[in-house]
T-cell receptor, first 116, second 112 residues
């Protein structure tokens, strides 16, 4: 069965600090996708990134970067120079690539608070 | 791009009452549709998904049901609500040819 673990329940940092959110996953599939979503206080989930299991290149988008390591089944997310607007709950998710259903399995989320 | 609407935004219902939550999608055709529930302090749990009109798959046994009467309409229902049905319900859409699910604004349900 697929499983996503986000061991950090809550993280609090001061503005401009760098912060890394951890994500560890379990799957028996050889082809799968990994995702990060942001949930601001309004509640709506905002898609941040998708990675497929064959692409282990790290990705950077502005202040955001993602480190995918198959050897440790991890897909960590780093925010550089954090800002107050980054305060949100962040979810890591996993889906298989079979059957067309594209069901997502979510971790329990990490609540990030960035203080001014 | 697609837009997902959910109605109502908030709902307070007594135990034993019926439920109907609606999700409608604009800007895409024949998407996969999903209902997730987020209980307080917990992650998102997939409840139902649909790959087409009238096609519903249930992920978790419960007293909820789902229907897809039209291509871009997905409804979550219950005949008799339980206290444990309280939570934040999110509808999601997976457009044809895409791998990313996009989420609606959610409905916050409180069962009293």
């Amino acid at each position: 069965a697929q499983k996503v673990t986000q061991a950090q329940t809550e993280i609090s940092v001061v503005e401009k600090e760098d912060v890394t959110l951890d994500c560890v996953y379990e799957t028996r599939d050889t082809t799968y996708y990994l995702f990060w979503y942001k949930q601001p206080p309004s509640g709506e989930l905002v898609f941040l990134i998708r990675r497929n299991s064959f692409d282990e290149q790290n990705e950077i988008s502005g202040r955001y970067s993602w480190n995918f390591q198959k050897s440790t089944s991890s897909f960590n997310f780093t925010i550089t120079a954090s800002q107050v607007v980054d305060s949100a709950v962040y979810f890591c998710a996993l889906s298989d690539a079979q059957g067309g259903s594209e069901k997502l399995v979510f971790g329990k989320g990490t609540k990030l608070t960035v203080n001014p | 791009s697609q837009t997902i609407h959910q109605w109502p935004a908030t709902l307070v219902q007594p135990v034993g009452s019926p439920l109907s939550l609606e999700c409608t999608v604009e800007g895409t055709s024949n998407p996969n549709l999903y209902w997730y529930r987020q209980a307080a302090g917990r992650g998102l749990q997939l409840l139902f998904y649909s790959v087409g009109i009238g096609q519903i798959s249930s992920e978790v046994p419960q007293n909820l049901s789902a229907s897809r009467p039209q291509d871009r309409q997905f409804i979550l229902s219950s005949k008799k609500l339980l206290l444990s049905d309280s939570g934040f319900y999110l509808c999601a859409c997976l457009p044809q040819g895409s791998y990313e699910q996009y989420f609606g604004p959610g409905t916050r349900l409180t069962v009293t």
